[in-house]
């Protein structure tokens, strides 16, 4: 079965700092996916990355990076220089690429990032 | 452009009522999902249409939970005699199938309490 661990529930932070967003999953499958949704206080799931379980290459994109190490089946997410505006509660989530499957999603608990001025 | 819609935004119903929840997906998108947020929690799947097949059930909680999508496009997720614990965030997400994997776009939910 397929599992995604956010052992942070909740971070407070101050505007300016970097964050850390830990993620850990679980999975039989050799190829999968892995997101990162944030979820602003209006409620939407706004995806922010897709990463396939080939690919270990870690990304930046603008304020945010992510580091993907599939040796300790981790996906962890950085906002450096964090805002306000950055205020939600973010979701890791996992996604088989099985031939045909249903591509359903696997979420974690959430984080909900408190970003003060 | 438009993005996915759902209605009502919010539902309150008295135990026993049944619902029917809307979604509007993006035009075109061939799949479907619909997933369950409790308070505090992680999106949960309850079922994945493809046009108008379900193909997965396997997360609907019981068989008061009952969804369809008869013409491919607008889904409809019913609760019959609803209860306390059936009050959550109803998520609705479609995305198109014309790659390797198709991101879902998600919609704004129906926020259901059961009284």
């Known amino acids: 079965a397929q599992k995604v661990t956010q052992a942070q529930t909740e971070i407070s932070v101050v505007e300016k700092e970097d964050v850390t967003l830990d993620c850990v999953y679980e999975?039989?499958?050799?190829?999968?996916?892995l997101f990162w949704y944030k979820q602003p206080p209006s409620g939407e799931l706004v995806f922010l990355i897709r990463r396939n379980s080939f690919d270990e290459q870690n990304e930046i994109s603008g304020r945010y990076s992510w580091n993907f190490q599939k040796s300790t089946s981790s996906f962890n997410f950085t906002i450096t220089a964090s805002q306000v505006v950055d205020s939600a509660v973010y979701f890791c989530?996992?996604?088989?690429?099985?031939?045909?499957?249903?591509?359903?999603?696997?979420f974690g608990k959430g984080m909900k990032l408190t970003v003060n001025p | 452009g438009a993005g996915v819609s759902q209605s009502p935004r919010y539902k309150v119903a008295k135990r026993g009522q049944d619902v029917a929840l809307r979604c509007d997906p993006i035009?075109?998108?061939?799949?479907l999902f619909w997933y369950q947020q409790a308070l505090g929690q992680g999106p949960e799947f309850l079922t994945y249409?493809?046009?108008?097949?379900?193909?997965?059930k396997s997360g609907l909680p019981s068989d008061r939970f009952f969804a369809e999508r008869p013409e491919g496009s607008v889904s409809t997720l019913k609760i019959q005699r609803t209860q306390q614990e059936d009050s959550a965030v109803y998520l609705c997400a479609s995305s198109s199938r014309d790659r390797t994997y198709n991101e879902q776009f998600f919609g704004p939910g129906t926020r259901l309490t059961v009284l």
């Open positions: 249409f493809q046009n108008e097949a379900q193909l997965d």
């Open positions: 989530a996992l996604s088989d690429i099985t031939q045909g499957g249903s591509e359903k999603l696997v």
């Open positions: 999975t039989r499958d050799t190829t999968y996916y």
């Open positions: 035009s075109g998108h061939v799949s």
